[in-house]
């Protein structure tokens, strides 16, 4: 009786060890997919939602006063304009990407590329600047204080997140696995 218990002991002891292996092997096989198959692309509304997201904690973070109030829609207005046109270029460079265009540009190409987004951001800067100005002036101390350190806070986060980018991005000798980016940063 003690053997007939033992053996049958025993038998369900290794078919559970069998099944449990057999469903572990089945489970942990990762399924082979292209990264760009499994990871989040925001999509145009989700990208105006955060650049709205992003002007309305800005506006929160400086607690302006009624005064101060009335000159916040031209920077409202020039943050939100800057905004979109970020989208669009993103939308453009998925474009291209979409239409499977073999070869990327040439390095004469990109630096162009690169020289008009830096126009462009440049007289976008400027325009911020003309417009935030006046709001500036009548800005006291503290909200001064507070909007350098939730600019200098939103520069931080974006270098963090291309550095982390980056190291993701990069092979072994630091070339870029991928054919082409969809930050405005990457012409080069």
């Avoid at 190409?109 to 987004?117: P, Q, T």
Wanted: glycine fraction near 6%; charge should be positive; avoid cysteine.
């Amino acid at each position: 009786m003690k053997k007939s218990i033992l053996t049958l002991t025993a038998i369900a002891i290794l078919a559970g060890s069998a099944a449990t292996y057999a469903v572990a092997q089945q489970s942990s096989e990762p399924v082979k997919q292209k990264e760009s198959d499994y990871r989040w692309q925001p999509s145009p509304s989700d990208l105006a939602a955060f650049a709205n997201a992003r002007v309305a904690a800005l506006h929160a973070g400086l607690a302006l006063t009624p005064e101060q109030e009335q000159l916040w829609p031209p920077v409202e207005s020039v943050l939100k304009d800057m905004a979109q046109k970020r989208e669009a270029r993103m939308a453009e460079r998925r474009a291209e990407r979409a239409k499977g265009d073999a070869l990327r540009p040439d390095i004469m190409e990109r630096l162009r590329r690169g020289a008009d987004f830096m126009t462009q951001a440049g007289a976008d800067m400027k325009r911020l600047a003309d417009a935030a100005q006046p709001l500036y002036d009548k800005l006291d101390d503290t909200q001064k204080g507070r909007l350098e350190d939730m600019i200098r806070g939103s520069m931080r986060d974006r270098r963090e997140w291309m550095m982390h980018r980056g190291m993701r991005d990069r092979g072994p000798r630091g070339r870029d696995r991928r054919r082409d980016s969809d930050d405005e940063g990457d012409e080069l």
